[in-house]
């Protein structure tokens, strides 16, 4: 940097700290921040729209708020009545509801709540300076909360002061929005930073609130997972993507999220499925229907005929992708033109297969991508409604603001799926606008396209190609965040599933999960040596029942998907992982099925949490170890070199 840049700087940074004094001040502070304890992060990957699984992992910040609990009042409460605590701070409206039903005297249940809950808010607040808990504090109560929480009730000049702020409360009818506001303030401090490893859409029942509280979180980061691209894709118009994500929504009988959520309008599909499609068989399209209600068991047969009119949709659009596409084997997934109407079989890899059926009443076989006239309505109808829906672009500008392809974050490497590999395990190499890449530089080009689908308003050609990336993200073989050769989609609709045209063959990079060398390779591809360093994967969901860990190469690579959405608790044998990283090491929380808001708090019972620690520090992590500290010690180099600078009247210093 020159000098005159430097000085400039320095000028600049003198606005804010005009005296040696002021900047001074600023490094005590700044030097002491350095020694207090890393806070604590928080790992969740493939949430699939379970909102009420994944809000209560928020709110109990993957079990770690329990222990704390036992350990303060494992004295003076019993084990019910620490259940019944830890729900209060949970979901404190909701269980107020049922403490005010029942309890006779709600002052004294206020004011021994109270004292209980400031008292946990402390511990939790401990690792954190006045400043940034003063920040968190709701603005209405921030002045009384601040004293509550700094006040020291066994100090003889203070003992009284702090009981009669407590009895104020309660006496003036505010003891529920106090204990509400600690409550919350409990579980925002527990997990300083979120990172969201990939996939929030599909599957569940609201991926839409799950978005919502990942908008309100105080600090969170996401890295895109296959169905969260196709999403985005969906948004930025493109019609293929739009069939997949409607069709994922009718196989799991889910499209609450996209009809209450984000106002699609499904009603011109609807229409043209019952019209076109109501006399065909639709057998294999009958959406999943488990755990559902009886009026949504009763609207499965429209549901199968959405469900095939925009599957056939969907291949005719995809179509227009794979003629265009830089990756010459999606032509292979190009199947319509391929079918033998004669003996109703199809050749697929050089092999004939027997179809299920051919019912299809608007695929003409002599132009088989050709859409009908009443498909076109029917799709540019689709696009309108997803770009027009005010909630799902403001999501999706949101997985921009917050997302990427991968991120590091304190010497942790996360993505969503996988870093492609050939057969012999080294970095897979792919041909992308005439230049090779490879590893850490094709997820950097990759981010660049899909920004470009979506931002780019004057390049009509460069938007373009945009969305047919993220299409290709969700589904192609040089996809990093699919990570298989094929989905075949198709096969398993119209042919057996146990056939071998239908088996999707995963990257090459699954098979050398644990290998170290691998891990430490991928780790130095991304700049990262440092001994401590991790990578942090989901995707994939651990097949625990199976006797799968989720633990690879020595503890390098953590794959944290085991299965947050119901639809894979049968194969993974729980309901997922989380990951917890603080000040003494990495901690894995393995998760029951989770039954509903309601049961736990009526039953109070939490989820049924596993905890194993991973990894173990016997020196403490300090803020000085993250890559916050190494941020505060570059401004500390800096205020030092503004301080030397008013000493030496280089610069003058201020009046204030």
């Known amino acids: 940097m020159s000098e005159k840049l430097n000085l400039q700087l320095l000028k600049f940074l003198g606005r804010q700290y005009p005296t040696a004094d002021a900047a001074i ?358 696009i309108t409604s997803f770009v027009q829906s005010s909630k799902l672009q403001e999501h999706v500008r949101f997985i921009f603001s917050k997302g990427s392809m991968y991120k590091i974050y304190n010497d942790n490497l996360m993505y969503h799926g996988c870093i492609l590999l050939e057969e012999d395990g080294s970095f897979k190499k792919v041909e992308l606008e005439g230049k090779t890449y490879w590893g850490r530089g094709y997820l950097d080009k990759l981010e660049e396209i899909v920004r470009e689908g979506y931002f780019n308003e004057q390049d009509n050609e460069l938007r373009r190609k945009g969305q047919d990336m993220m299409w290709y993200l969700w589904c192609g073989k040089n996809s990093p965040l699919f990570g298989k050769d094929k989905m075949s989609t198709f096969e398993r609709y119209f042919i057996q599933e146990d056939q071998e045209c239908a088996v999707e063959n995963k990257n090459a990079y699954y098979r050398y999960l644990n290998e170290i060398d691998l891990a430490n390779r991928i780790l130095e591809e991304f700049g990262i040596r440092a001994s401590e360093a991790h990578i942090i994967n989901g995707h994939v969901p651990v097949q625990v029942k199976h006797g799968e860990t989720p633990i690879k190469a020595g503890g390098k690579i953590i794959v944290i998907d085991g299965g947050f959405t119901k639809a894979y608790q049968k194969v993974t044998g729980i309901a997922g992982y989380t990951l917890i990283y603080n000040s003494w090491g990495l901690q894995l929380a393995s998760h029951e099925p989770f039954e509903g808001i309601e049961k736990a708090i009526s039953s109070e019972k939490d989820i049924v949490t596993s905890i194993n620690i991973i990894e173990y520090v016997y020196k403490r992590k300090r803020v000085a170890d993250t890559d916050i500290g190494k941020d505060i010690m570059a401004q500390i180099e800096a205020l030092l070199l503004l301080t030397e600078h008013y000493r030496l009247g280089l610069l003058k210093e201020k009046e204030i």
């Open 25 to 382: 001040t600023e490094v005590i502070n700044l030097q002491a921040i350095l020694n207090l304890p890393k806070a604590t992060e928080h790992f969740i990957s493939d949430i699939h729209g379970e909102y009420e699984a994944f809000s209560h992992v928020l709110r109990n910040a993957s079990g770690v708020l329990k222990p704390k609990i036992d350990e303060l009042f494992m004295s003076e409460l019993s084990e019910k009545e620490r259940r019944s605590l830890a729900m209060l701070i949970y979901y404190p409206e909701k269980k107020l509801e049922q403490v005010i039903k029942k309890e006779q005297d709600m002052h004294d249940w206020y004011r021994l709540n109270l004292f209980r809950i400031i008292k946990l808010c402390k511990v939790i607040s401990s690792k954190y300076t006045r400043s940034k808990v003063r920040k968190a504090l709701p603005k209405e109560f921030a002045y009384i909360m601040e004293e509550l929480l700094n006040e020291q009730i066994d100090t003889f000049n203070k003992d009284k002061y702090y009981n009669e702020i407590i009895e104020r409360i309660v006496d003036l009818n505010k003891g529920k929005e106090f204990l509400c506001a600690f409550c919350y303030l409990t579980q925002r401090l527990a997990v300083d930073r979120l990172h969201v490893i990939g996939d929030i859409f599909d599957r569940g029942p609201r991926a839409d609130w799950v978005m919502d509280a990942m908008q309100n979180y105080h600090s969170i980061d996401i890295q895109w997972g296959n169905h969260d691209i196709l999403w985005m894709g969906a948004a930025a118009g493109n019609g293929a993507c739009i069939a997949n994500v409607i069709r994922n929504a009718c196989k799991y009988a889910n499209l609450e999220t996209l009809e209450d959520g984000y106002g699609i309008n499904l009603l011109p599909l609807a229409s043209f499925a019952l019209e076109y499609y109501k006399e065909t068989d639709y057998s294999g399209f009958l959406p999943h229907m488990e755990g559902m209600d009886t009026v949504q068991k009763d609207s499965s047969k429209m549901i199968a005929l959405m469900h095939k009119a925009i599957t056939i949709i969907q291949f005719k659009l995809e179509h227009r992708l794979i003629e265009r596409c830089f990756d010459p084997s999606m032509k292979e997934r190009d199947l319509l033109h391929k079918i033998n109407y004669g003996n109703n079989t199809i050749e697929i890899e050089g092999k004939n297969y027997q179809l299920k059926n051919i019912d299809f009443p608007t695929i003409n076989p002599r132009e088989p991508y050709v859409l009908t006239a009443e498909e076109e309505q029917v799709v540019e109808r689709l």
